[in-house]
T-cell receptor, first 114, second 120 residues
Framework: NAGVTQTPKFQVLKTGQSMTLQCAQD?????MYWYRQDPGMGLRLIYY???????DKGEVPNGYNVSRLNKREFSLRLESAAPSQTSVYFC?????????????FGPGTRLTVT | AQKITQTQPGMFVQEKEAVTLDCTYD???????LFWYKQPSSGEMIFLIY??????QNATEGRYSLNFQKARKSANLVISASQLGDSAMYFC?????????????????FGQGTILTVHP
């Protein structure tokens, strides 16, 4: 079992460029999440997908879009990267959105926007 | 207002000693879950322990235990017999039952984290 995988691991973008961060899980989980972690801080939710076919905004959605491609895959797109989007991005999945299930995290993507 | 507060930016402990990492939370939900995650310097997020709001007993997982005091809204992590490999950032997090729109989506709200350093 690979768990939650993310690609790429590292990326450097110029301001205005676009890119898509890929996430896949092999645990048959229903819910998937995208978080960002800025230096010295906890994670903040960008977008989530409570179940296949649904997506919704989290705390910090501006500048991002998502696609729940199927039950396994949940991608995050930056349409026009800005330096403020320099961060570490984590994808996570959970059996469901119920409060008693832990979230499993991918290894993260370290993104730098210059 | 902060939903999760971790007041200790950094903690030091001697190897083999026990250490308590503090966490207080704020919610008006009756149904919620409290989680602790470990983030080593390599960056991954590792789930450690879970406590449900309706659980009457404190959760334990090996050397980790959660000191849950519901009336005080605290969920402190206790690590017994610290090891050098325990040196990491530790995050307390909460999942609440409903968001503002009334639909459960299971978002985790994280505290700022505590950096634990274990000395030999």
């Amino acid at each position: 079992n690979a768990g939650v995988t993310q690609t790429p691991k590292f990326q450097v973008l110029k301001t205005g460029q676009s890119m898509t961060l890929q996430c896949a899980q092999d645990m048959n989980h229903n819910s998937m999440y995208w978080y960002r972690q800025d230096p010295g801080m906890g994670l903040r939710l960008i977008y989530y997908s409570a179940s296949e076919g649904t997506t919704d905004k989290g705390e910090v959605p501006n500048g991002y879009n998502v696609s729940r491609l199927n039950k396994r895959e949940f991608s995050l797109r930056l349409e026009s990267a800005a330096p403020s989007q320099t961060s570490v991005y984590f994808c996570a999945s959970s059996v469901s959105a119920a409060v008693f299930y832990e979230q499993y995290f991918g290894p993260g993507t370290r993104l730098t926007v210059t | 207002a902060q939903k999760i507060t971790q007041t200790q930016p950094g903690m030091f402990v001697q190897e083999k000693e026990a250490v308590t990492l503090d966490c207080t939370y704020d919610t008006s939900d009756q149904s919620y879950g409290l989680f602790w995650y470990k983030q080593p310097s390599s960056g991954e997020m590792i789930f450690l322990i879970y406590q449900g709001s309706y659980d009457e007993q404190n959760a334990t997982e090996g050397r980790y235990s959660l000191n849950f005091q519901k009336a005080r809204k605290s969920a402190n992590l206790v690590i017994s017999a610290s090891q050098l490999g325990d040196s990491a950032m530790y995050f307390c997090a909460m999942r609440e039952g409903r968001n503002a729109g009334g639909t459960s989506y299971g978002k985790l709200t994280f505290g700022q984290g505590t950096i634990l350093t274990v000395h030999p």
